[in-house]
């Protein structure tokens, strides 16, 4: 019995061993990254300063609009440049678990029922893992306030820590950093403000989807409306429009987002509202006006005039706030300032082929305004153009520095951080692939997505072999894609010396214009030989 049952405890821990995960793959010689989030993309913590207590405000769905309202909503110090919350006993921290990384993963760790809206950075943070990186050694997270300005001392100082933190863990091996949205905005400031550290750590800095120039429709309707984090039947359960509205009035972030009024814009951003107008005789008429970004400040502070919220029982008054903007013109300076240090690389991935607000209008023909309090209470519509339906194409690609690489990849302004094609790129530019003859400005094939191979014999020896292939691809530069179908065939032979043998192959293959961001190509070849194998 003795026996037998050790055989069964063998074959219990050799069926455990079956089942046990895999250990880990870790590539020692990888580089380290530190991966710096946009806006909205940082857990945050309420600390209660009287009894040390910490708690989620940022992301949750139990309650999640109430706390929001108690722990986040805040005002702007103009001494410090800091935005402060209204309760006086609470500060607001991002934490630091996972060296970073827990509070940029997925933002709302108990969500389960569409989780995937509050995913940030998962998907990339498994996927490097699997290339070798590991949590705490290679991979790092930056996360932070990002009510805050993107010049913020308390932050710059945080971030010089960290970089140089990770610099004396990995035994000075310089960083990759990785940047989404607006953390590009906060490493360029520092990179501005303090070039010989950033020069001394980092190694190169891959900036997704930056809005380098600003974001001019999505600020705009943000200032006047609000925004929605989420979209769909999720938004029942989570912060109301009008919520964030009252917050990211406050925040010099947003006020940084607005579009640089000293870039020359291909498509110039405005604000367009259909006025009501009446005569002397009472008629009325609607009348179609037009303003430019600079001019648009005019409108925000009119419409804004009689926003206010009530907080703890006191109604508190909360226009359009210029010593915000006048910190936010600061903060552009310094950004056009900005130059890249001559021994950093740097890298600028863009999305496309979203229809992407620039222009916002409010009011119409049959329904003009005729007061523009009403602004905050309309929905807007849009004059969109090309980009990742947030941040304008020609926004992302104004980075104003010697870049050694600038790719488009069409996709949404968050759901690109899924994107495969995205990966791949990345990882090359990492030297975590080990290829040296992958090139991502000309290689561009995301996936087949038909593939069909057929051999037969004939009569003679002959063995044909025919092959189908489509292919998607995303070309490099939208702006040279060809809008007809372009055809063409290739052959080759060769014959034996001695004359056993002979092949012979033909191809000829079709690529179709852009659709969606993408290009299909149909690929048919035949092969035959004679003769010999």
Same mark, same amino acid.
């Given at each position: ?7 069964? *405890? ?29 806006? =909205? ?8 300063? %009287? ?23 805040? !005002? #702007?110090?103009?001494? +410090? ?32 029922? &569409? ?21 705490? !050694? ?15 001392? %308390? ?17 000075? !091996? ?62 029942? #359960? ?43 005789? /009472? ?13 648009? *400040?005019?409108?925000?502070?009119? =419409? ?5 919220? +009530? #907080?703890? /029982? ?70 969109? *153009? ?21 790719? /488009? ?16 790129? *990345?990882?090359?530019?990492?030297? &975590?692939?080990?290829?040296? #003859? ?33 292919? %998607? ?13 372009? =055809? ?7 014959? &034996? %010396? ?16 852009? +659709? ?14 004679? /003769?010999?194998?």
């Amino acid at each position: 019995m003795a026996v037998l049952l050790e055989d069964v *405890v063998k074959a219990v821990e050799a069926w455990l061993k079956i089942l046990k995960k895999p250990e880990p793959y870790i590539d020692p010689n990888l580089d380290p990254v530190l991966i710096v989030p946009g806006i =909205a993309g940082s857990i945050l913590n309420a600390l209660n300063g %009287e009894n040390g207590k910490e708690e989620r405000v940022w992301v949750r769905i139990w309650e999640a609009d109430h706390e929001f309202r108690a722990k986040l909503w805040c !005002k #702007f110090d103009p001494a +410090s440049g800091k935005t402060l919350s209204l309760d006086p006993n609470t500060s607001i921290v991002a934490p630091q678990d996972r060296d970073g990384l827990y509070a940029i993963d997925c933002l709302d760790p108990d969500m389960i029922i &569409a989780r995937d809206s509050v995913c940030y950075f998962h998907e990339m943070i498994n996927e490097m893992k699997s290339w070798g990186y590991q949590e705490g !050694k290679t991979l790092f997270g930056f996360p932070y306030d990002f009510r805050q300005s993107n010049r913020l001392k %308390e932050t710059m100082d945080r971030l010089a820590e960290r970089l140089e933190a990770i610099y004396t863990a990995s035994g000075g !091996k310089k960083i990759n950093v990785i940047t989404h949205s607006m953390g590009g905005l906060l490493v360029k400031c520092f990179m501005s403000l303090h070039s010989d550290i950033f020069e001394k750590y980092v190694k190169s800095w891959i900036a997704i989807a930056a809005p380098f120039q600003g974001a001019p429709g999505y600020v705009t309707s943000t200032l006047l409306n609000g925004m929605s984090f989420v979209t769909g039947w999720e938004e029942y #359960f989570f912060v109301t429009k009008w919520s964030m509205h009252q917050l990211l009035i406050e925040c010099p972030s947003i006020y940084e987002l607005m579009a640089c009024l000293d870039f020359e814009w291909e498509h110039d951003p405005l604000l367009q509202i259909w006025k009501k107008i009446e005569d002397d005789e /009472g008629n009325s008429s609607a009348m179609l006006e037009t303003f430019t970004p600079e001019e648009a *400040v005019s409108i925000f502070t009119q =419409a804004l005039s009689q926003n206010e919220l +009530s #907080f703890d /029982g006191v109604d508190i008054p909360l226009p359009f706030n210029t010593a915000v903007l006048h910190w936010a013109n600061k903060t552009r300076e310094i950004l056009s300032s900005a130059k890249l240090p001559s021994k950093v690389k740097f890298y600028n991935v863009y999305g496309t082929g979203l229809d992407t607000p620039q222009t916002v209008s409010y009011g119409s023909v049959d329904s003009p305004v005729s007061d523009l309090c009403e602004l905050p209470l309309l929905d807007a519509t849009y004059v969109n *153009v090309d980009g990742d339906g947030t941040v304008p194409m020609e926004s992302a690609k104004a980075d104003g520095l010697d870049a050694e690489a600038r790719v /488009g990849i069409p996709g949404e302004h968050r759901g690109i951080l899924k994107d495969k094609h995205l990966f791949r790129i *990345v990882k090359h530019w990492l030297q &975590a692939d080990h290829d040296p #003859f992958y090139n991502p400005v000309n290689d561009y094939v995301i996936l087949p997505t038909l593939f069909e191979l057929k051999r037969h014999q004939e009569k003679g020896g002959i063995e044909v072999t025919s092959l189908k292939e489509e292919w %998607e691809l995303v070309p490099g530069d939208q702006e040279d894609l060809n809008r007809q179908p372009v =055809a063409g065939s290739i052959s080759a032979s060769r014959v &034996a %010396e001695d004359r056993s043998s002979a092949e012979e192959a033909r191809a000829t293959f079709v690529v179709h214009p852009q +659709s969606n961001g993408k290009q299909r190509v149909e690929l048919n070849a035949v092969g035959v030989t004679a /003769g010999g194998a």
